[in-house]
């Protein structure tokens, strides 16, 4: 008997191993910084206007300007005290039973301030409902705003009762006519007319967005051109730190004491706000909605034109606003 010996020739099989290939991230999301801190990936210039800090080559497939941001401390200052502070992370990672705040870190609304002394629910903790939510009182202990506002209500109640003697309207009583809008107002008006639309930095011209949507100087330029006709975009007033610190000339428009503020004015950020030493650090402008705390606003990557309460922001306004009436 023969014996056919058949050459068994081994199949060579390559594995290909896609670990070798670089993941790429987005715009806006998650990163690995320094220390091995989660962080999101934005532009190096939002990161900066959130006192955040990133490194290089974290953000793969990304544009040059798009880093990976952490910031190591938040914290919410109200009236005096500082009654919230922690970290930043992605609300997935803030840990159970912590809580979170927004509008303190970079990013997206979904990285947030992970505070660890305490606070609300995530899902109703703002800087907006934090800065109506308590007040010192006379002692230095916190007092709920709501039981004064409760006793101050029921005392205005009472006090403006009419009483047995008070005059009737005379039939031929005209309504009084409802008072003109400022040319600021006008202004704020348009702005609102954006709600909604997203934060892009740079953007915005006389007509409309650039890039999908408005930074907060396109936004005002915008809504000013959409009133007057005047073109602050090619006047090189566009830029927030340009508009403040031009001289009343080359604006038109006059600086008013941060006292006097009103619904329509331009309200600035930017530390000390010092355009001869520091011009480049003045990075933020709104339009007040009234003569508190409250302003319409493209604020950052991440974010729509909306509302934003600033009274217990890590920063203060700069000392003027700009009037456009």
């Given at each position: 008997?023969?014996?056919?010996?058949?050459?068994?020739?081994?199949?060579?099989?390559?594995?290909f191993?896609?670990?070798?290939?670089?993941?790429?991230?987005?715009?806006?999301?998650?990163?690995?910084?320094?220390?091995?801190?989660?962080?999101?990936?934005?532009?190096?210039?939002?990161?900066?206007?959130?006192?955040?800090?990133?490194?290089?080559?974290?953000?793969?497939?990304?544009?040059?300007?798009?880093?990976?941001?952490?910031?190591?401390?938040?914290?919410?200052?109200?009236?005096?005290?500082?009654?919230?502070?922690?970290?930043?992370?992605?609300?997935?990672?803030?840990?159970?039973?912590?809580?979170?705040?927004?509008?303190?870190?970079?990013?997206?609304?979904?990285?947030r301030?992970?505070?660890?002394?305490?606070?609300?629910?995530?899902?109703?903790?703002?800087?907006?409902?934090?800065?109506?939510?308590?007040?010192?009182?006379?002692?230095?202990?916190?007092?709920?705003?709501?039981?004064?506002?409760?006793?101050?209500?029921?005392?205005?109640?009472?006090?403006?009762?009419?009483?047995?003697?008070?005059?009737?309207p005379?039939?031929?009583?005209k309504?009084?006519?409802?008072?003109?809008?400022?040319?600021?107002?006008?202004?704020?008006?348009?702005?609102?007319?954006?709600?909604?639309?997203?934060?892009?930095?740079?953007?915005?011209?006389?007509k409309?967005?650039?890039?999908?949507?408005?930074?907060?100087?396109?936004?005002?330029?915008?809504?000013?051109?959409?009133?007057?006709?005047?073109?602050?975009?090619?006047?090189?007033?566009?830029?927030?730190?340009?508009?403040?610190?031009?001289?009343?000339?080359?604006?038109?428009?006059?600086?008013?004491?941060?006292?006097?503020?009103?619904?329509?004015?331009?309200v600035?950020?930017?530390?000390?706000?010092?355009?001869?030493?520091?011009?480049?650090?003045?990075?933020?402008?709104?339009?007040m909605?009234?003569?508190?705390?409250?302003?319409?606003?493209?604020?950052?990557?991440?974010?729509?034109?909306?509302?934003?309460?600033?009274?217990?922001?890590?920063?203060s306004?700069?000392?003027?606003?700009?009037?456009?009436?």
């Open positions: 008997m023969r014996i056919h010996l058949v050459a068994l020739i081994p199949a060579i099989v390559v594995a191993d896609d670990s070798f290939v670089s993941p790429r991230s987005v715009l806006n999301g998650p990163c690995t910084g320094k220390g091995g801190v989660k962080g999101v990936c934005v532009p190096t210039k939002s990161c900066s206007h959130d006192n955040g800090t990133y490194i290089d080559d974290a953000c793969p497939g990304t544009p040059e300007e798009i880093k990976c941001c952490t910031k190591s401390s938040c914290s919410l200052g109200g009236l005096g005290v500082t009654v919230r502070s922690g970290d930043c992370r992605w609300v997935q990672d803030c840990g159970e039973g912590k809580k979170t705040v927004r509008n303190l870190c970079p990013g997206p609304d979904e990285y301030c992970c505070v660890t002394n305490g606070g609300e629910p995530a899902t109703n903790l703002t800087i907006a409902s934090l800065s109506t939510s308590v007040v010192p009182s006379s002692t230095g202990n916190l007092t709920s705003v709501a039981t004064s506002l409760a006793t101050n209500n029921a005392t205005s109640s009472a006090s403006h009762k009419p009483s047995s003697s008070s005059k009737k005379t039939p031929t009583s309504p009084k006519p409802k008072p003109t809008k400022t040319l600021g107002e006008k202004i704020l008006a348009k702005a609102k007319e954006a709600k909604g639309i997203p934060y892009h930095w740079a953007g915005g011209n006389c409309g967005t650039t890039g999908g949507g408005f930074d907060c100087s396109g936004l005002v330029s915008w809504a000013v051109c959409q009133v007057t006709g005047r073109d602050l975009f090619s006047e090189g007033l566009r830029v927030t730190r340009s508009m403040y610190c031009a001289s009343e000339k080359k604006r038109k428009y006059k600086k008013i004491k941060w006292s006097q503020r009103r619904a329509g004015d331009a600035f950020f930017g530390g000390k706000c010092d355009c001869k030493k520091n011009p480049g650090g003045i990075h933020h402008v709104g339009l909605t009234n003569s508190g705390w409250d302003m319409w606003n493209a604020l950052k990557t991440g974010t729509r034109i909306r509302h934003d309460n600033f009274k217990d922001w890590n920063e306004p700069c000392p003027y606003v700009i009037r456009f009436d």
